[in-house]
């Protein structure tokens, strides 16, 4: 016997009621609850259970050996590769290439691993018009246009594949549930059936999803709960550098990246991403930091400009760096160098609008106002790194070494950090030359000493 049921979903955050609120009583959005119906299998269903507990020490502790994507940046913000029986979600915009990557990447497999690539989105024809755009080679690749869920539960079971693709989850519909493709409850049961099979047949599946107008991934909260990693590809319309950020996984290190250009014939993996966010050129207001997204040192510009402001309230405008960061820097460089910047505008941008979270940048900031105040470039082939404290102290950096590792690789002549502990400097002798500083002035001085 089954029955019918009417619930009410905030589509949301994914909270049910009983009734129907013009208000989610969970995330005080308006108008964003909707009625839902879906069938109740009986509760006294007999349940098989063909499992049994077994010791934790009896459990295998052999190495997962994972499989690579295809792309080495791709591998990297997965943690060295796909793991076996593992669920990727990957979002972001409409138009930004995520299509375009896993179809790349489903090719690249394909030559040593089979793969099966869903898709519910577009037709046969459709796919592969873009798989001639791309010009890729496969040899165990197929490819199935279907949104019923069951009928794509028995066709992963019926392929057997060791990578399956969903583009996109959305557009699922487990026949079972009244509601729309894309709704809360049809995207969490769809994702749930499929995560279920992937630890059953020990099938790695890549999840292709949606996002909302404000960039976070659509669906219900508990998507980015059940899946292995949360893959964020990021990019604009303008600029055609893409970045792939790795915001949760179990496999690996998070806040990991993978830097790719979009050109005309698809995507291609970036293998010196300092380049592109750098300038050889040394003129007033640009520096250079290095940063770390994950385990990736960076090197990055920081440039500022500084003006003589008209308005009663200086303007301070940043691209790439937290505005609340550039007001403490502002407010240490003017309290423990002397100059009086509340009478000026000051605006900061880092190279190719990169978002810097590491504070060891605040350096490279503070150098990059005082360069473009008073128009003297900074000292030539040189990286700042290191965090100001409200004291006007520069603070030690984590991962020093990798840093000017970097440095080195990058031919940079002169690197200003934090005074250092052990041999670490010893280490680098004849391939860099290091300046210790201890404060902001010491840094001014050496590197604005014209």
């Not at 459990?59 to 990727?88: A, N, Q, T, Y």
């Not at 539960?153 to 699922?172: G, M, T, W, Y």
């Not at 207001?285 to 200086?314: C, H, M, W």
């Amino acid at each position: 016997m089954s029955s019918k049921l009417s619930t009410f979903i905030c589509q949301n955050c994914g909270t049910e009621t009983s009734q129907y609120f013009g208000k989610c009583l969970n995330c005080n959005s308006w108008n964003s609850i909707v009625e839902e119906i879906k069938s109740e299998r009986s509760k006294h269903q007999d349940i098989k259970n063909n499992k049994k507990s077994i010791p934790f020490d009896k459990i295998s502790s052999k190495k997962i050996s994972r499989f690579s994507s295809g792309f080495r940046e791709f591998d990297r913000v997965l943690g060295g590769g796909i793991v076996p029986g593992s669920v990727v979600l990957l979002g972001g915009e409409p138009g930004i290439g995520k299509s375009t990557i896993v179809l790349q990447s489903a090719g690249k497999i394909s030559l040593n691993e089979k793969v099966l690539y869903i898709t519910a989105e577009e037709s046969l024809e459709q796919v592969k018009i873009r798989w001639e755009r791309l010009n890729q080679k496969s040899i165990d690749l197929q490819i199935f246009a279907e949104t019923n869920l069951f009928l794509i539960l028995e066709e992963i079971k019926r392929v057997n594949p060791s990578f399956a693709i969903i583009d996109s989850i959305q557009a699922i519909h487990n026949h079972e549930m009244e509601s729309s493709p894309g709704s809360v409850s049809q995207v969490r049961a769809c994702s749930s059936e499929l995560q279920i099979l992937a630890k059953d047949y020990n099938v790695s599946l890549l999840l292709i999803g949606h996002v909302t107008k404000d960039g976070s991934l659509a669906g219900p909260k508990t998507l980015e709960h059940l899946v292995d990693t949360v893959i964020n590809f990021e990019g604009d319309n303008i600029s055609s550098h893409r970045l792939l950020r790795s915001i949760k996984n179990r496999f690996g290190s998070t806040f990991e990246i993978g830097i790719f250009e979009m050109l005309e014939e698809g995507l291609r993996e970036i293998k010196n991403p300092s380049s592109i966010f750098t300038n050889k050129e040394n003129i007033s207001g640009v520096t250079t930091t290095i940063t770390n997204e994950g385990t990736r040192p960076l090197a990055v510009d920081i440039q500022a400009l500084v003006n003589k402001t008209f308005y009663s309230n200086p303007r301070r405008t940043t691209t790439g760096i937290s505005i609340n960061r550039l007001h403490q820097i502002l407010a240490v460089v003017e309290k423990h160098v002397g100059v009086k910047l509340s009478e000026f505008d000051c605006y900061i941008a880092t190279g190719g609008g990169f978002e810097i979270n590491d504070p060891s940048s605040d350096l490279g900031v503070a150098i990059s106002i005082l360069s473009s105040l008073k128009n003297i470039p900074p000292l030539a082939s040189t990286s700042f790194i290191g965090e100001l404290g409200l004291s006007g102290q520069v603070r030690k950096s984590n991962n020093l070494r990798t840093k000017i590792e970097e440095a080195v690789r990058l031919g940079i002549k002169n690197i200003v950090v934090p005074k250092l502990e052990g041999e670490l400097n010893n280490n680098f002798q004849n391939l860099i030359n290091i300046k210790e500083i201890s404060n902001i002035k010491e840094a001014v001085d050496y590197a604005l000493s014209k």
